[in-house]
């Protein structure tokens, strides 16, 4: 079932919504070559506890973290650890974070110093294909709308759509009903109305669109090791249309 949202518990989210993009914002400018993946999830967790919420990933299934750093051929759900980040490498921050009791959850992908020219038409794809994906949310409209049109973009640009792996609905709970794919799904999808409030985040790699699961159960991985890409904000329908609770640079 998909829970509506009321006016109020939506200008909350976006509360929340605007904290969690600074923190993001914040954690991102300590991206570079040299740093641990642990010393980045410190600073978030550390940001989110000072603004007076509460990391949602932490503990959630077993997780052991506020923010997940999946580098990469890791797609999502990484969990920090003492690994280094390296010239060449890019990683998806992506935090998960309530406050006043509602979820919000967001994520972008960003260069670890000097990347290939593959890697930055990945992120640029992988980018633009959020922004696609969010033009397509109409109000009276279908969630398997989403789908086609990020799936469309992003095999215009030779890149692949991850199959297993969604947005969602988000609130109370950091993951609700509906699921939001990201590609041409058959059959009948729910409508968008006014009230409900999701994540759209489109995860795009260079291979095939397969996965597998990194041996501590957490991270999901390209099946051919290719690399990938995730971008993620949280999007409500309100009376007035769509709003964006997060907000990238």
């Known amino acids: 079932m998909i829970l509506k949202k009321t006016a109020e518990e939506i200008k909350i989210m976006e509360e929340g919504g605007k904290i969690l993009s600074e923190i993001i914002k914040e954690v991102g400018k300590l991206v570079k070559p040299g ?57 998806s921050l992506d935090i998960g974070m309530e406050y006043k009791g509602f979820n919000t959850d967001m994520a972008k992908t960003l260069p670890v110093g000097n990347i290939t020219s593959e890697a930055q038409k990945l992120i640029k794809v992988t980018r633009q294909a959020l922004k696609v994906g969010i033009k397509a949310v109409k109000p009276g409209g279908y969630f398997k709308d989403i789908g086609i049109a990020i799936q469309k973009y992003v ?32 059959g009948a999808s729910p409508k968008i109305e ?21 041996d501590d159960g957490f991270a999901f991985i390209t099946a051919d090791d290719s690399l990938s890409c995730h971008f993620e904000q949280t999007i409500a329908i309100t009376k007035d249309g769509v709003k964006i609770l997060t907000m990238l640079e």
Not at 165 to 182: T, W
């Open 35 to 91: 740093i641990t993946t642990n010393e980045l999830n410190r600073v978030a967790e550390a940001l989110i506890l000072n603004f007076g919420a509460k990391p949602a990933f932490k503990g959630y299934g077993g997780f052991p973290a506020a923010l997940c750093t999946s580098v990469n051929e890791q797609i999502v759900h990484a969990a920090p650890s003492d690994r280094v980040l390296r010239e060449g490498d890019i990683i």
């Open 155 to 186: 095999e215009s640009q030779k890149f692949s759509v991850v199959r297993d792996l969604c947005g969602h609905g988000i609130g109370k709970s950091i993951h609700e009903a509906p699921q939001v794919i990201n590609y041409k799904e058959k």
């Open 194 to 214: 006014e009230g409900v409030v999701f994540c759209i985040e489109p995860m795009v790699v260079v291979g095939d669109w397969k996965l597998k699961r990194s």
